[in-house]
């Protein structure tokens, strides 16, 4: 027969005095601050327009949607920027897809087909296409990165420079037009928010349970650790911008539909909100640190202070200046967390 000992009693009890701390999600504060700019723009709302902000479902759909491209470019933002890298070719990548999309998605009775003899094709094909481009360029962008110690920020400028050039040789500055409507079809109604969490899921599960996951923060947090450990840096380098080129590639593809057409001026700054979304997000800009649960609501977060400075009617010059603000501001948080945490 066994009895129990005082050590048992105070091993299996807590300690008079003490109490088990509660820990919150990483995204949790970012959560709050989400609710909070909603609600602040929702007293603004009353007391300059009279009417409500947040319960208006119209407002609230066109804030989705105008953000949906956006998130889907910083999901594949949130992978480069874990990795301590940056991207600033995303925004021309939608470009050069959008009008590569839309030039085989044209209907055959447009006499100003760019290809006339590949009009009227199955959706597949432009969305196909549209991919490609993004992946090739992102492809590059992850060779130079990785094989040259190009640093990324130079390399991603080089190919953001590039792709807008490739976009207005394509459409010689005019307008991807008369599409089909399947194609329109991809960025009609909820479809591109739909596009988006399907995106943001997917690498959700990735990043946290994959292996492909834990190389990424592997890299990011100590790049030759992890080489010295047995990841092969250079080729997941390589992956991980192939992917954001991807991401960007759908994301022209669906700006293309939404508008019915396709344009070299389209994405300007896309990489930019992008950015700004993924660092409000509490992705560390030193890299090995981010989820994409928060780079979603830092998405949502910038669609709400846009949609919000329309609403109470800010000129858009002050909305750019706030919007350089925020991302400033980001920055200086990510850099007091990592003294915080001794990095």
């Known amino acids: 027969m066994t009895t129990s000992t005082p050590n048992d009693t105070t091993a299996r009890a807590p300690s008079v005095g003490t109490s088990a701390k509660l820990k919150w999600p990483p995204e949790a504060s970012i959560l709050l601050v989400l609710v909070g700019i909603s609600l602040f723009f929702e007293a603004l709302g009353w007391y300059i327009n009279g009417q409500s902000f947040l319960f208006n479902i119209d407002r609230l759909q066109i804030i989705i949607l105008q953000m949906a491209v956006v998130g889907i470019i910083a999901v594949g933002v949130n992978l480069v920027i874990i990795t301590s890298g940056i991207d600033l070719s995303s925004g021309s990548v939608v470009a050069a897809t959008a009008v590569v999309s839309a030039s085989l998605a044209q209907v055959s009775d ?18 196909l296409a549209g991919m490609a481009v993004g992946l090739v360029i992102g492809l590059i962008n992850g060779s130079l990165i990785a094989y040259t110690a ?113 344009q070299s001026g389209m994405g300007v700054m896309y990489e930019l909100d992008a950015i700004a979304a993924v660092v409000i997000g509490g992705t560390s ?14 998405v949502l977060i910038l669609g709400v202070m846009m949609s919000g400075f329309t609403f109470i009617r800010i000129d858009a010059y002050y909305q750019e200046m706030v919007k350089g603000a925020i991302i400033v501001a980001a920055v200086v948080a990510d850099q007091y967390r990592n003294k915080k945490r001794g990095r």
């Open 110 to 127: 447009f006499p100003r087909a760019v290809f006339p003899a590949l009009t009227d094709l199955p959706v597949i094909w432009p969305v």
């Open 285 to 298: 800009l030193v890299g090995g640190l981010g989820r994409i649960t928060g780079t979603v609501i830092g």
């Open 150 to 262: 190009i640093p990324p920020f130079i390399a991603t400028l080089g190919t953001m420079v590039a792709a807008r050039g490739f976009a207005k040789w394509f459409t010689g500055g005019m307008p991807v037009s008369m599409l089909t409507d399947d194609f329109a079809a991809i960025g009609a109604g909820a479809n591109p928010v739909y596009i988006f969490i399907t995106i943001a899921l997917i690498f959700h599960v990735v990043l946290r349970y994959t292996r492909f996951g834990k190389f990424t923060y592997a890299i990011g947090a100590n790049r030759q650790a992890a080489r010295v450990s047995g990841i092969n840096v250079n080729r997941h380098l390589v992956w991980i911008y192939t992917i954001a080129g991807l991401l960007s590639g759908i994301a022209g593809s669906v700006t293309a539909a939404r508008a019915i057409s396709g």
